[in-house]
């Protein structure tokens, strides 16, 4: 019994702290998705117009979560999960729509945010089943995912000028 609420402790304190988790659905490969902890669970939001995506996640799918260290960036706890998908109608979908709302960032409809989830996006809930997975022993290293995302761009041609420039001497 203690190591069971150990484990609630380590996965709640752990999901509530890191703002990013990987969730892995059968058979796809993990996928980070920033999330909010509410009421036992680990809530998420997408699959919509500029709402992360949320592939494979199917209501009553059993997930893994892996949950990163907030000050050194490792793997802290990987935990399985049922997957949960209220109505956008019901009082769980609002308070967790209430939730995700507060920590949406540089959305571009703020006000009409929570309507527009519920027309065109999912929120979910990733619910413990209590269920932690042991720390793998090696790297579990991958390759990063096909995008057409980039940040590599040649560097301007006057930009080494500017930034090894002499400094003159003022006489």
């Known amino acids: 019994m203690t190591s069971e609420l150990l484990d609630q402790a380590l996965i709640e304190e752990a999901s509530k702290k890191s703002g990013l988790v990987w969730v892995a659905a059968p058979g796809a490969p993990a996928r980070a998705v920033w999330h909010v902890w509410h009421a036992g669970a680990v809530c998420l939001v997408g699959d919509g117009p500029g709402e992360q995506p949320l592939h494979g996640l199917g209501a009553g799918d059993t997930v893994e979560v892996t949950v990163r260290s907030k000050d050194k960036g ?98």
């Open 74 to 171: 490792g793997r802290l706890v990987t935990w399985a999960a049922t997957v949960e998908e209220p109505a956008p109608d019901s009082e769980v979908w609002q308070e967790t729509a209430a939730e995700l709302k507060g920590k949406r960032l540089n959305a571009p409809d703020a006000a009409a945010m929570t309507e527009r989830w519920a027309r065109e996006c999912r929120v979910l809930r990733l619910v413990p089943t209590g269920r932690i997975a042991p720390l793998p022993d090696g790297s579990l290293a991958a390759a990063p995912l096909p995008t057409p995302a980039t940040t590599r761009e040649p560097v301007p041609a006057g930009l080494p000028r500017l930034l090894f420039k002499k400094r003159r001497r003022r006489g």
